[in-house]
């Protein structure tokens, strides 16, 4: 169909993207530096891996379970020329593998990215969003306090705000055990909320996008349904900076403008196609899903901003009261997986 995504963005977000490089204090942060990129096949990863072939890093290490999508930055690094580049085959649940992957690279700076994020799946298979989302961040996180990591930046969302769904509140948890975490040694420990990445594999924009190339329809929950969007290019940007310049024990917020409804953005979907909405394609409300708000939030009402820097925000985990004992915490969630029951689960998330 060859929809330009920055110029559909542009239209249905109302705003520009700017184009920035990595400032050279950025640059400067990463020169010599061993990068871990968790969930480095999926879309945030990727794009922070295909950035870094750019800086003077020492050397990436890309750890997916996702062999087609780790092959594939395989062969970006070969076409770009990256020769320090390290893919790993493995699961972040996989706690010896871990382990004794941070033995061998001891990585400097590790942005966690992997995760499961599609809310209606694990609503329905909650066990397996706390084994992976909760039980392996816990490992990465062990992993990088135990071998020096400098850095360590967990990708979360804006679901994780007063969260109701198993997805949110498995971020919220992350959220809460990078705070905990940044207590107790030397590494930094931040976490960085996002809204949704505009054209991002399984997003909306691709659902949307694929339903006109068929004809339509296309499926909106609910009329009032809005989100937040972010490109990944942006996304990308705001994430390498942040790393540079964090202190840690803080939650931050990246600026992204206003919320868009759902309902507007498939209608200009339809017309960047070509097509006249409701008269060549039709738009069909199949209503909100358990779990499902109708608008997100950045920022909670409990939540401290502690400091602001261009457009980003500093959320201080201390004002704000979160912290825990991460050790005695992961014993109580593995004592609640082992019976399996998923109600039991759904309410041992909800305490958080």
């Known amino acids: 169909m060859g929809i330009d995504l920055l110029e559909l963005y542009r239209k249905v977000v109302g705003k520009e993207v700017e184009e920035e490089n990595l400032s050279e204090e950025d640059l400067n942060f990463f020169s010599n530096k061993v990068i871990l990129v968790t969930g480095a096949g999926g879309t945030i990863g990727s794009g922070i891996v295909k950035t870094l072939f750019e800086a003077p890093v020492k050397k990436i290490v890309a750890l997916d379970i996702d062999d087609t999508r780790l092959n594939d930055l395989v062969v970006e690094a070969e076409l770009y020329g990256f020769r320090n580049f390290s893919?790993?085959?493995?699961?972040?649940?996989?706690?010896?593998?871990?382990?004794?992957?941070?033995?061998?690279?001891?990585?400097?700076?590790?942005?966690?990215?992997?995760?499961?994020?599609?809310?209606?799946?694990?609503?329905?298979?909650?066990?397996?969003?706390?084994?992976?989302?909760?039980?392996?961040?816990?490992?990465?996180?062990?992993?990088?306090?135990?071998?020096?990591?400098?850095?360590?930046?967990?990708?979360?969302?804006?679901?994780?705000?007063?969260?109701?769904?198993?997805?949110?509140?498995?971020?919220?948890?992350?959220?809460?055990?990078?705070?905990?975490?940044?207590?107790?040694?030397?590494?930094?420990?931040?976490?960085?909320?996002?809204?949704?990445?505009?054209?991002?594999?399984?997003?909306?924009?691709?659902?949307?996008?694929s339903r006109v190339e068929r004809g339509g329809p296309l499926p909106v929950t609910d009329p009032r349904m809005k989100r937040f969007f972010i490109t990944l290019e942006d996304a990308v940007q705001e994430l390498l900076h942040i790393a540079a310049m964090v202190k840690g024990g803080e939650i931050v917020v990246i600026d992204m403008g206003k919320p868009v409804k759902i309902i507007d953005l498939a209608e200009k979907i339809i017309r960047a196609s070509g097509f006249e909405p409701y008269r060549?394609?039709?738009?069909?409300?199949?209503?909100?899903?358990?779990?499902?708000?109708?608008?997100?939030?950045?920022?909670?009402?409990s939540e401290e901003i502690a400091w602001e820097s261009g457009k980003i925000k500093g959320i201080d985990c201390l004002r704000s009261g979160y912290s825990m004992d991460p050790?005695?915490?992961?014993?109580?969630?593995?004592?609640?997986?082992?019976?399996?029951?998923?109600?039991?689960?759904?309410?041992?998330?909800?305490?958080?």
Not at 340 to 350: R, Y
């Open 327 to 352: 050790g005695q915490f992961i014993e109580e969630v593995k004592d609640v997986l082992k019976g399996g029951d998923v109600s039991k689960i759904k309410e041992f998330l909800k305490k958080f």
């Open 280 to 301: 060549d394609i039709d738009i069909v409300f199949t209503g909100s899903r358990t779990g499902e708000k109708l608008e997100e939030k950045l920022v909670g009402k």
């Open 87 to 209: 893919p790993v085959l493995g699961d972040i649940r996989d706690e010896s593998l871990v382990s004794d992957l941070f033995k061998t690279e001891t990585p400097d700076v590790v942005f966690h990215s992997a995760a499961y994020k599609h809310l209606h799946l694990l609503e329905k298979f909650p066990i397996e969003g706390v084994k992976t989302n909760i039980l392996g961040t816990y490992n990465v996180m062990r992993a990088s306090l135990e071998t020096g990591t400098l850095k360590f930046i967990n990708i979360s969302t804006d679901k994780a705000v007063e969260p109701v769904s198993v997805l949110g509140r498995t971020k919220k948890i992350t959220e809460i055990l990078a705070c905990s975490f940044n207590r107790m040694g030397k590494t930094s420990f931040t976490s960085v909320r996002f809204g949704n990445i505009f054209g991002s594999r399984g997003s909306v924009v691709e659902i949307f996008l």
